[in-house]
């Protein structure tokens, strides 16, 4: 079962490596919670404004500018085919780095809202299709879907 | 209206967003019908609104990622203020840049 971050600690720094490993950002999408890795994530952003590129997918909502820098802004909830949720009070912008290490991009997901900071246990996620969905763990009483930003710059 | 041939970049606004060009693959510049026609090499493209000319951009590759939900070849991407802008690639410009004939008569200017 995965916990807050801040409950427990680890003792060694093996421990400590799984632990940083294991560490997400939760974000509501729609009907789901998802976890993306608290090490890929750079800023949570109020939802920034957002400027679309006609033609593209559901997915991209378009553009935005980011500390004088373009961000593609990518729809979280529909990555992960997620029904739309009530109309959010607090949307964000969570701005995070996808692709392999080597050749990693900063993107933004928009979400509904910006929700904790758990540790999900490699071992409590059970997998998903491998790719961008790992795959879904319990956490706090509700299964969330775990993310891997690398495979979303990479399954190109 | 004309066109500078100088180093710089071409900013306008089309579908909802704001697109750049370099100038030097500008030929002429038209008003039509409520917008304009851009001629440039690859052919020509339609705007909604000029924002004006810039001598410079950081340009920046577009990321990968976006490959995968937007098929249009771009140039690259930078902002101007705080807009977002993508630069048009003139020999494959996105399909909402492309002037269609019947988008209306030329009215004044040069090509």
Known sequence: MAEPVASTSGNGNDNRRAR???????????????????????RVVRALAVHP???????????????????????????INASPGANPSYPVTVVVWVGPPEARETIGFTADAALEVVHVPADAIVAGDGGFLQGE?????EVVRILNLEALGRDL | ?????????????????????????????????????????????????????????????????????WPEATAGLAVHGALPVVMVDPSRPPAALRFEDGEGETDEGRD
């Open chain 1, 20 to 42: 940083l490993e294991g560490t997400h950002l939760l974000v509501r999408a729609g009907e789901y919670a998802c976890a993306l890795p608290l090490a890929a994530v750079r």
């Open chain 1, 137 to 141: 763990a319990p956490v706090g009483g």
């Open chain 2, 1 to 69: 209206m004309s066109v500078p041939h100088a180093p710089g970049f071409l900013l306008l606004r089309r579908a909802g967003g704001v697109w750049g060009i370099a100038n030097a693959a500008v030929s002429g510049l038209a008003r039509q019908n409520g917008g304009y026609r851009i001629a440039t090499g690859g052919g020509a493209l339609a705007a909604d609104e000029i924002l004006g000319v810039v001598e410079s951009l950081a340009v920046r590759p577009a990321a990968l990622v976006m490959r995968r939900f």
């Open chain 1, 53 to 79: 590129l006609p033609g593209a997918a559901g997915e991209l909502e378009g553009l935005a500018e980011f500390g004088g820098e373009p961000l593609p802004i990518l729809n979280l909830a529909r990555l």
